[in-house]
């Protein structure tokens, strides 16, 4: 099947600072990634859509200037929290839906951690 | 938003059928209907999706029904290792939006 990875899986990092989450598409390509936050024993929110090239849409609420999302390949897509705070401790989740065929395919997920 | 509705938890034995309910009433003609499990502090795992007919593939079987405002996901023989929240989503293209989901536990 088709496999998504996402890097880091768990990341620790002090208030202030940025983080960056990588999502790879392994073996197709996708022109369309989906970033998801998930608080725990909750569902998944969609943050984010990101086309390859192009700027990304933002859910409503989403702050489009701490969550920087680029998708400059046809495999990778990368969000970035930027000036990170305890708030934004949550597991990230990637999807990547590819160029042909009509499912999308998710990551493992990132777990950070802000201190 | 998530145009889905389904029960918030349920249980099965181990070996029988695992029947999870959904409702999308106000589904479209060209809208699919998708589910997904999650296990605990995993990703998203793709099980089945369809438009009108019913499908089967080798982990369940997706049964929409003719109005296609509900469907059910299938399990046939369930295992303690299909405990996980079951997710059913209607796609609105091209996001694809998740509900609150129903918890699965499998019982010994």
């Known amino acids: 099947g088709a496999v998504v990875s996402q890097h880091p899986s768990w990341v620790i990092c002090k208030s202030g600072t940025s983080v960056k989450i990588e999502c790879r598409s392994l073996?197709?390509?996708?022109?369309?990634m989906f970033w998801y936050r998930q608080f725990p024993k909750q569902s998944l929110m969609l943050m984010a859509t990101?086309?390859?090239?192009?700027?990304?849409?933002?859910e409503q609420g989403v702050e489009k200037d701490k969550f920087l999302i680029n998708h400059a390949s046809l495999t990778l897509s990368t969000l970035t929290v930027t000036s990170a705070h305890p708030e934004d401790s949550s597991f990230y989740i990637c999807?990547?839906?590819?160029?042909?065929?009509?499912?999308?395919?998710f990551g493992e997920g990132s777990w950070l951690t802000v201190v | 938003d998530a145009k889905t509705t389904q029960p918030t938890s349920m249980d099965c034995a181990e070996g029988r059928a695992a029947n999870l309910p959904c409702n999308h009433s106000?589904?479209?003609?060209?809208?699919?209907v998708y589910w997904y499990r999650q296990i605990h502090s995993q990703g998203p795992q793709y099980i089945i999706h369809?438009?009108?007919n019913n499908e089967t593939n080798e982990m369940a079987s997706l049964i929409i029904t003719e109005d296609r405002k509900s469907s059910t996901l299938i399990l046939p023989h369930a295992t303690l290792r299909d405990t996980a929240v079951y997710y059913c989503?209607?796609?609105?293209?091209?996001?694809?939006?998740f509900g609150t989901g129903t918890s699965l536990t499998v019982i010994p």
């Open positions: 106000t589904i479209s003609g060209n809208e699919y």
């Open positions: 073996d197709f390509q996708a022109t369309t």
């Open positions: 999807s990547a839906y590819p160029t042909t065929g009509n499912t999308i395919y």
């Open positions: 369809g438009l009108k």
């Open positions: 990101s086309n390859e090239g192009s700027k990304a849409t933002y």
């Open positions: 989503i209607v796609r609105v293209i091209p996001q694809f939006y």
